[in-house]
Nanobody, 115 residues
Framework: QVQLVESGGGLVQAGGSLRLSCAAS????????MGWYRQAPGKQRELVAA???????AYTDSVKGRFTISRDNAKNTVYLQMNSLKPEDTAVYYC?????????WGQGTQVTVSS
């Protein structure tokens, strides 16, 4: 089963930017979709952004216009560019990949936005 490794999290001031990366151990071309989720303390995990094998994208309303999901099939990597970060974006961000009958998660990367 494919493994996912996230990187790029950290501490940033409000208004700043971060780019998260999700490197897969295998080809991402055949995956139905890949997505970024986040979970803040005391809250449920929520979908932030997703990209399909056909490069269709979707975003939760709170990040539209600020976050961009993209993929580099040659590098088997999915990115989440996060701009104009807000304190409410603070959470652990998880990468997810979905195949025809399976789903797998990365270990997560912490994003902390200070006010």
């Amino acid at each position: 089963q494919v493994q996912l490794v996230e990187s790029g999290g950290g501490l940033v001031q409000a208004g700043g930017s971060l780019r998260l990366s999700c490197a897969a151990s295998g080809s991402i071309v055949s995956m139905n979709s890949m997505g970024w989720y986040r979970q803040a303390p005391g809250k449920q995990r929520e979908l932030v952004a997703a990209i399909t094998s056909g490069d269709n994208t979707a975003y939760t309303d709170s990040v539209k216009g600020r976050f961009t999901i993209s993929r580099d099939n040659a590098k088997n990597t999915v990115y989440l560019q996060m701009n104009s970060l807000k304190p409410e974006d603070t959470a652990v961000y998880y990468c997810n990949a979905k195949g025809p009958w399976w789903s797998t998660w990365g270990q997560g990367t912490q994003v902390t936005v200070s006010s």
